[in-house]
């Protein structure tokens, strides 16, 4: 099949890896970048083998990236499959997604690893980049055979969803994945200090006879991986931080210059512990909703570049997972299809430049990922480009999602912004109907 000639003009393109936000054409040919510049497509008209499309008030961007997924498959496909979460990351502008490896059975192999990737491929359409397991069916335990992960296209290595609480596993998976530099991130929990928790403590666990999930329980982990990631010298990432003390370690062991990074998701910069006050299961997260000091200071922290990234921790669950008593609702929120029209919040109040907002869900995810060749609109980059309509206005509807599952609190509300094509190494995989 050839490739069509693409021409997005007259829209405001913004490319954090060159530091660009100006009005101008992108021309995208051959699966590449051909030209970014103010006239770059004047040359051009429809035919055939031309497509152009009228890009003024939109964003043109690099890809989105989102580098903390579940897609449920292999083994709960009822939740969500490959097929599904490929295309509902794509109608929400990601050009690459990266699962976790908690799946059933675990991502713990290069097995598991090709499967996934055959099925991404079968599909088409946004990227798959895996996480394969920390340690052998996440037990803790046994290390994973990672070089042949690696080998097998697996970006970095994770047992999210549990803790690698064993130190010195922990310094030997360190030592491992930097000999492939495999970015190595961690669910940061003291499973000892949460035991039995429903929701953050404080003083609304108190009030609704819920036994709290303290900030303690991430603090110690992170602190005890940045000594470890410092002797060791592995890239080491935070997943889904949530505590106004992990901010303040991550801060300053970067002004130490250690390979550390972090990410942050969508509901932890929107949503307190407040809005468990009704029992909402839909608001049942791991890390749970902390409090107003720290959502102050994650978003303080992704502004600044402390938090590299949003990623939007995307976890399915059917409505029998979450319409039941609280303390037995699975953890989790759907947030591929809603993380562009709620972030885009972040730049009305002025939290983040428009940017920044940007380089959070592209370029910083990209330089993350080893060998990967998105995040930037460079002349000769691969094509992967999302394009926003900044001013839409839509109802996050459960029929209109493309995700199997609707486990989110957004559902039915209005949100402003929101992804209108989707180009992924040149072709379009999402267009948003008009």
């Known amino acids: ?79 969500e499959d490959i097929a599904s979460g490929l295309d509902a990351a794509a109608a929400g502008g990601f050009t690459a997604v990266c699962p976790m490896p908690n799946t059933k059975p675990t991502n713990d192999s290069r097995a598991i690893t090709e499967m996934m990737l055959s099925r991404a491929e079968e599909h088409g359409g946004t990227r798959l980049l895996p996480f394969g397991a920390v340690t052998k069916g996440q037990k803790g335990v046994e290390l994973t055979e990672m070089a042949d992960m690696r080998e097998a296209g697996a970006i970095g290595v994770s047992d999210d969803g549990l803790c690698v609480m064993n130190a010195a596993v922990m310094r030997h998976a360190m030592e491992y994945a930097r000999t492939f530099d495999l970015l190595v991130s961690q669910h940061c929990e003291d499973h000892h200090l949460t035991e039995g928790a429903q929701m953050h403590e404080g003083a609304r666990s108190t009030q609704l006879g819920l036994r709290g999930w303290p900030r303690a329980a991430e603090d110690v982990i992170v602190a005890r991986d940045l000594v470890l990631a410092e002797t060791t010298g592995a890239r080491y990432h935070v997943a889904h931080i949530s505590s106004f003390g992990a901010v303040r370690l991550i801060r300053e062991a970067k002004s130490r210059g250690l390979r550390v990074s972090a990410e942050v998701t969508p509901h932890h910069l929107l949503f307190t512990d407040e809005a468990l006050l009704s029992y909402d299961t839909y608001c049942k997260v791991n890390p749970p909703l902390r409090e107003e000091e720290d959502r102050a200071a994650l ?97 996050l509807e459960q029929d209109a999602l493309r995700s199997k599952s609707h486990n989110t609190p957004l559902l039915g509300r209005e949100l402003m912004g929101r992804p209108v094509m989707t180009i992924v190494g040149g072709e379009v995989v999402h267009e948003l109907e008009t």
């Open 299 to 395: 978003r303080e922290a992704l502004a600044d570049g402390t938090i590299d990234c949003i990623a939007t921790d995307h976890a399915p669950h059917t409505d029998l997972e979450k319409d039941c008593e609280f303390e037995a609702a699975s953890v989790g929120i759907n947030g591929l299809e809603s993380a562009i029209g709620s972030m885009l919040g972040l730049v009305r109040e002025r939290v983040l430049t428009p940017l920044r907002l940007v380089e959070t869900l592209s370029t910083a995810p990209a330089r993350l990922l080893p060998d990967f060749e998105g995040g930037s609109l460079r002349e000769g980059r691969v094509a992967d480009v999302t394009v926003l309509d900044p001013e839409a206005r839509w109802i």
């Open 1 to 79: 099949m050839v490739m069509q000639l693409i021409v997005l003009r007259g829209g405001r393109v913004l490319d954090p890896s060159q530091g660009l936000d100006e009005t101008a054409d992108v021309v995208i040919e051959a699966g590449r970048i051909k030209a970014v510049g103010r006239d770059a497509g004047a040359a051009y008209s429809p035919t055939a083998g031309v497509r152009i499309i009228e890009a003024a008030g939109r964003w043109v961007c690099p890809g989105f990236i989102d580098l903390h997924v579940h897609l449920r498959e292999p083994g709960q496909e009822y939740k």
